[in-house]
């Protein structure tokens, strides 16, 4: 079954340290992979995304996320918090399924950064 | 400005009561989707269409139904809403629904089923 996994309901992070939000996906074939980030009362916001290429992938407000295909895992990262960086994250997944095409998402993470 | 609406943005019924959940795309994309987003659950995806006249079920898609007449509106629509509905939804699009397309996502309706 093709799934993605986000194992931390909840990130802390002071801000000026360096942050990781986790997610890990099974699919079949290969994956097309996506970061969204909700923040209260909007909807979701495309923030990157890895569909070939370079392992490292730079999306917008300084995040990137490296595609490591041995763990199966698409972590998003950013060298320093902001406190404007506390949302609610989601990775996603594009499958292959039949002659249509689905995406899956994780159950999302909510990152805190406190000043 | 490219966007994706959706209409009304809250909106308390009661069970039963038929209700229509608009969404309208300005983009020209051709795949639009339904989205239902619960604590703890993440979004799951209700219908998804690739284009006019073309929809398709999604992972929850009882207790709803959609259509694509035109390319730019893609409703939903709940004949006859129960409790387990109440939930935060989202519509959204992306140019032809594949592997590396980005959706777009609508700025969400509450919905509360007494």
């Known amino acids: 079954a093709q799934s993605v996994a986000q194992p931390e309901d909840q990130v802390n992070v002071a801000e000026g340290n360096p942050l990781t939000v986790k997610c890990t996906y099974s699919?079949?074939?290969?994956?097309?992979l996506f970061w969204y980030v909700q923040y209260p009362n909007r909807g979701l916001q495309f923030l990157l995304k890895?569909?070939?290429?370079?392992?490292l992938v730079k999306g917008s407000y300084g995040f990137e996320a490296e595609f490591n295909k041995s763990q199966t895992s698409f972590h998003l990262k950013k060298p320093s918090a902001l406190v404007s960086d506390s949302a609610l994250y989601f990775c996603a997944v594009r499958a292959l399924y039949s002659s249509a095409s689905k995406i899956i998402f994780g159950s999302g993470t909510r990152l805190s950064i406190r000043p | 400005e490219a966007q994706v609406t959706q209409n009304p943005r809250y909106l308390i019924t009661v069970t039963g009561k038929k209700l229509t959940v608009t969404c309208s795309q300005n983009m020209n994309h051709e795949y639009m989707s339904w989205y239902r987003q619960d604590p703890g659950l993440g979004l799951r995806q209700i219908y998804y269409?690739?284009?006019?006249?073309?929809?398709d079920k999604g992972d929850v898609p009882e207790g709803y139904k959609v259509s694509r007449k035109e390319k730019r509106n893609f409703p939903l629509i709940l004949e006859s809403p129960s409790p387990n509905q109440t939930s935060l939804y989202f519509c959204?699009?992306?140019?032809?629904?594949?592997?590396?397309?980005?959706?777009?996502f609508g700025p969400g309706t509450r919905l509360t089923v007494l």
């Open positions: 890895y569909i070939t290429g370079d392992n």
């Open positions: 699919v079949s074939g290969n994956p097309y």
């Open positions: 269409s690739m284009n006019v006249e073309v929809t």
């Open positions: 959204a699009s992306s140019l032809r629904g594949v592997e590396g397309d980005t959706q777009y």
